[in-house]
Nanobody, 122 residues
Framework: QVQVVESGGGLVQPGGSLRLSCAAS????????MGWYRQAPGKQRELVAS???????NYADFVKGRFVISRDNAKNTVYLQMNSLKPEDTAVYYC????????????????WGKGTLVTVSS
């Protein structure tokens, strides 16, 4: 099977920075896109940023110029560098990986991590 595990969340003051990491492991043949989503209390989960296997990126408007997504294909890992954090960035951040497993190479499945909490507060 495949596991997706996020790390790096925590409490940070407004204007501060955090770096999230997400590692996928298990019976992985390849990973297409990887992405970060977030869900604030009482709100729906929303896309923050995504990155393709060849490094193409996509950002939500509300993080453009502040967050940077990157990826290490050799480690099946995606990162999210978050700068100039605002209180409204407070949410649980989830990692998503579009995985083709060794056992089922004709299919792509979405795998999700359990999330990491980011709290921006003074």
């Amino acid at each position: 099977q495949v596991q997706v595990v996020e790390s790096g969340g925590g409490l940070v003051q407004p204007g501060g920075s955090l770096r999230l990491s997400c590692a996928a492991s298990g019976s992985i043949f390849s990973i297409r896109d990887m992405g970060w989503y977030r869900q604030a209390p009482g709100k729906q989960r929303e896309l923050v940023a995504s990155i393709t296997s060849d490094g193409g990126t996509n950002y939500a408007d509300f993080v453009k110029g502040r967050f940077v997504i990157s990826r290490d294909n050799a480690k099946n890992t995606v990162y999210l560098q978050m700068n100039s954090l605002k209180p409204e960035d407070t949410a649980v951040y989830y990692c998503n990986a579009e995985v083709t497993t060794i056992q089922l190479r004709g299919y792509i499945y979405d795998y999700w991590g359990k999330g990491t909490l980011v709290t921006v507060s003074s």
